[in-house]
């Protein structure tokens, strides 16, 4: 058993617990003394004891190699390194990363930046793993809140995830679940149909462009038969050719446009009554 102590100067001591006789406390012997440049805040062991980590005033992370503790990698940060968290898989170190974000790093890749996770109306102080594995991460701060992240993608079922160049504003499902449609800021709006086998590619069966630039937002009427869209000033009401179940018609087009509206003001909200009779919108002015 080891331990490792920092202290204001900046230097980080190693000790070795040696068990001198059965029933008697242990002695510290002093196995190694490293100087390092600022006072050391926080020091971590990795959970199979391979890495020692230190941060502090000196703006970074500095990972040893616990076999010979010579120094493997540094990892620069934008303030003080006041916590570090690592996994216990031994996937992922957590630390701050500046005065509102948190880095999730990624061992296997040489600490490279996983994700950063930010935070708002406070610093983050504190970073903890579950005890059973690194699934879940729970951070606490200045900002009164405990917020748990989920490290793993396990509930996403494979194959079918879909990405975008721009960044998506409205997604909507249709009743009966079999297609899904997506919105970008371009105003592109995609139908996709699920998809019965994983290993199969989204199919398009439709797409259209609505008008860029405000917020966009998808509706699709309880009864199957409409999608209305809003995207900034314009508003598109579709008709479709599936039924409530989600049966095809014999026509080419399973998308027709019944109605455009080109407003003064941007539109902010649609909602469609629950029989589908009727549609309300909601516009800023």
């Given at each position: ?49 391979s890495f020692l980590y230190t941060g ?219 029989n589908s009779q009727y549609l309300a ?5």
């Amino acid at each position: 058993t080891k331990l490792a102590i920092g202290d204001r100067s900046g230097l980080l001591s190693i000790y070795l617990f040696v068990m001198i006789r059965p029933g008697e406390a242990p002695a510290l012997s002093p196995l190694q003394d490293i100087e390092l440049e600022d006072a050391i805040l926080d020091i971590q062991w990795s959970a199979d004891g391979s890495f020692l980590y230190t941060g502090g005033e000196d703006y970074t992370i500095t990972v040893f190699d616990t076999s010979k503790y010579s120094i493997l990698h540094r990892i620069a940060r934008d303030r003080w390194v006041t916590f570090m968290a690592p996994s216990l898989g031994g996937s992922y170190l957590a630390a701050i990363g500046s005065s509102s974000q948190v880095s999730l790093l990624d061992v296997r890749k040489k600490w490279e930046e996983a994700t950063c996770l930010p935070f708002k109306g406070g610093i983050p102080l504190s970073a903890q793993w579950h005890p059973k594995d690194d699934k879940y991460l729970s951070i606490c701060g200045q900002f009164n809140d405990v917020v748990v992240y989920e490290s793993s993608c396990e509930r996403l079922p494979k194959g079918r995830c879909l990405r975008s160049r721009s960044s998506i504003l409205a997604i909507e499902l249709s009743p009966d679940g079999e297609i899904v449609v997506v919105g970008n800021e371009n105003g592109l709006v995609t139908f996709f149909e699920s998809m019965t086998n994983s290993n199969e590619i989204p199919a398009i069966i439709y797409e259209t462009v609505i008008g860029a630039g405000g917020d966009m937002t998808i509706k699709w009427s309880p009864n199957g038969e409409n999608v209305a869209i809003t995207s900034g000033s314009t508003f598109v009401l579709l008709g479709t050719h599936y039924s409530k179940v989600g049966k095809k018609s014999k026509s080419s087009a399973p998308f027709l446009v019944r109605k455009v509206i080109q407003n003064g003001s941007s539109f902010t909200s649609l909602s469609f009554s629950p029989n589908s009779q009727y549609l309300a919108l909601v516009d800023d002015q």
